[in-house]
């Protein structure tokens, strides 16, 4: 395994756990959004943003899929919070799924205090995170 492999494997999992780390308690307690989240949100994509440009200058096609997979869940995740808040239905089987995909996005509720226009963005943004994944992959192949 090459240290650009090693990287892309460990960089995410690090980034993914430090930005849970930090953000939940203030998403546990309900509490507003500090500026610490704030900074926590932008670290935690920015390195995203690094990540994936190290991996697309090393067209490592695999690693891409799986960053696909995490976008696409994180995705349907955000749409999944978002369809509970309109409704306003329980589904405790999720809060797993919330704390491990949508703890790091907590800073963007600084400059909003609504977890709806968070869903939309997070959303927004993982459906673009997943589309450059997957046009990438798609790319390399038929290099």
Known sequence: MNKNTIILIILPISIIILGIVLNFPELLMGSPASIKNLIVTIVFFT?????????????NRKIMLCYS???????????????????????????PLITLFLTQWYGTNYFVDSQ?????WV??????????TIISSIKWKQV
């Open 123 to 132: 959303s927004f943004i993982s459906l673009t995170m997943f589309i450059v």
């Open 69 to 95: 997979a995490f976008w696409i869940f994180t995705l349907i995740i955000a749409t999944l919070t978002f369809y509970i808040r309109i409704s306003e239905i329980t589904l405790p089987e999720v809060i």
């Open 116 to 120: 709806l226009t968070t869903s939309i």
């Open 47 to 59: 390195v995203w943003i690094l990540i994936l440009g190290i991996c697309f200058k090393a067209m």
